[in-house]
């Protein structure tokens, strides 16, 4: 079956360090995206892209960066982790016909100390 | 987009129906409804989404009054791994990149 897979679920680091989040999915779909899920704040949306070579800035880039080499794959780095970005990191992919058919990955929870 | 409320939370017996309702009275013609659900330690998963009939898959059916002012999510059987949190969202023709889910509904079925 098709799916959608971020690695590693759990990740401890310290501030400063370079971090990068994985995210594979099988479904052939163009769009990907990451979020970001905090309690009080819900889902924020940080990266996304609708095909290789493109990448769009959502609503809580800075400090984030993506890069999308082929359709299966688009890791999440943080250049420079602060604590601020402890969190717990969705990756979902979509179709090309409907971006807000959105499926999940199962999560990664990054804390940086 | 138009927001939408939900009741914060529901209980619902094992094997009974569940139904979910949300209000949305400033939907717009070209609005869709869709709902999502995220069982604890999970991510969020996509449930079904409709226009103005009513709609129904594998996981649930979804009833949206003639008015379009409000909807009920219905899952036919609830099981214990139905608990989870729902969360109806409104999004315009064409669809978002950005999924905006407010508080939600937290569903606990009880056996």
């Known amino acids: 079956d098709a799916e959608i897979t971020q690695s590693p679920r759990h990740k401890i680091t310290e501030t400063g360090r370079q971090v990068t989040l994985a995210c594979h999915q099988t479904w052939n779909h163009n769009n990907m995206f990451w979020y970001r899920q905090d309690l009080g704040h819900g889902l924020r949306l940080i990266h996304y892209s609708y095909g290789v070579q493109d990448t769009n800035k959502g609503e809580v880039s800075d400090g984030y960066s993506v890069s999308r080499s082929n359709t299966e794959d688009l890791p999440l780095t943080l250049e420079s982790a602060a604590s601020s970005q402890t969190s717990v990191y969705f990756c979902?992919?979509?179709?090309?016909?409907?971006?807000?058919?959105?499926?999940f990955g199962a999560g990664t929870r990054l804390s940086v100390l | 987009d138009a927001k939408t409320t939900q009741p914060t939370s529901m209980d619902c017996a094992e094997g009974r129906a569940a139904n979910l309702p949300c209000n949305h009275s400033?939907?717009?013609?070209?609005?869709?409804v869709y709902w999502y659900r995220q069982i604890h330690s999970q991510g969020p998963q996509y449930i079904i989404h409709?226009?103005?009939n009513n709609e129904t898959n594998e996981m649930a059916s979804l009833i949206i009054t003639e008015d379009r002012k409000s909807s009920t999510l219905i899952l036919p059987h609830a099981t214990l791994r139905d608990t989870a949190v729902y969360y109806c969202?409104?999004?315009?023709?064409?669809?978002?990149?950005?999924?905006?889910f407010g508080k939600g509904t937290k569903l606990t079925v009880n056996p």
């Open positions: 400033t939907i717009s013609g070209n609005e869709y």
């Open positions: 979902a992919s979509s179709p090309s016909g409907d971006r807000s058919i959105q499926y």
């Open positions: 969202i409104v999004i315009p023709q064409g669809g978002s990149e950005k999924l905006v």
């Open positions: 409709g226009l103005k």
